[in-house]
């Protein structure tokens, strides 16, 4: 894909061309964004992706259903430590019970943040270098179509500037060489996708940690809803 020096360079060339040696000056245009969306791998990778997502949605949800159990043997600890019946030593004890389970909802939330934002970074990173892997396939069949048609230089007719304007504003359908690059593509065999998309293990926040003494909270506290 190219940046906007890039095309501003190739405009250049062709502006000036028909004077000395950029008279032999040949450009062409590819829409990237199509020959993503329809190279062999694609389908594949977009499975995986989507697989991956599934399966830490069903690791989200365990986690949730772990937080409501935990909050709910809080409440109930905390409502024992309300009875009047109870000595003084035996409050006590109830209050260490309760605070304890309070602190096990706090590690569990904060081992629900980290999980949570440890996948999105995986599938982001895992999206990233699948498509980094389609597009160097595709960038190598257009190299090597440029080289064998003596094209001097291939414009993405599909990117942006920074303000949203398309790059190319304008291209001859003759220098548009999309149907031909697609046609190379098809051809090639998808690979295992997984081999571009390894997953980290699993595990958020550790399930051992403890807060500081300091930071120890009261019994009374309730969790956050």
Avoid: C
Wanted: aromatic fraction near 2%.
């Amino acid at each position: 894909m190219m940046n906007k020096a890039m095309v501003t360079a190739a405009l250049a060339l062709a502006l000036t061309a028909g004077t000395g040696w950029t008279a032999e000056v040949k450009l062409a245009v590819v829409d990237m964004g199509r020959l993503v969306k329809t190279h062999p791998e694609t389908p594949g990778a977009d499975s995986l992706l989507e697989k991956q997502a599934e399966e830490f949605e069903a690791e989200q949800k365990e986690l949730e259903a772990e937080y409501d159990k935990l909050k709910r043997a809080f409440e109930e600890s905390r409502k024992d430590t309300m009875d009047k019946a109870l000595s003084d030593a035996a409050r006590e004890g109830k209050i260490k019970i309760a605070e304890d389970k309070l602190m096990a909802i706090r590690d569990h939330e904060k081992k629900m943040r980290e999980t949570l934002a440890a996948r999105q970074k995986q599938i982001a990173e895992q999206r990233m270098r699948m498509q980094k892997r389609i597009v160097g396939k595709i960038q190598d069949v257009i190299k090597d179509y440029a080289a064998k048609n003596d094209i001097s230089m291939v414009l993405d007719s599909a990117a942006l500037s920074v303000s949203g304007v398309e790059m190319v504003l304008y291209g001859s359908p003759k220098i548009d060489i999309t149907d031909e690059i697609a046609k190379i593509t098809a051809k090639d065999k998808p690979s295992d996708m997984k081999a571009a998309a390894k997953p980290e293990p699993k595990g958020g926040a550790k399930a051992d940690e403890k807060p500081k003494a300091e930071d120890k909270p009261k019994a009374e506290d309730k969790p956050k809803e």
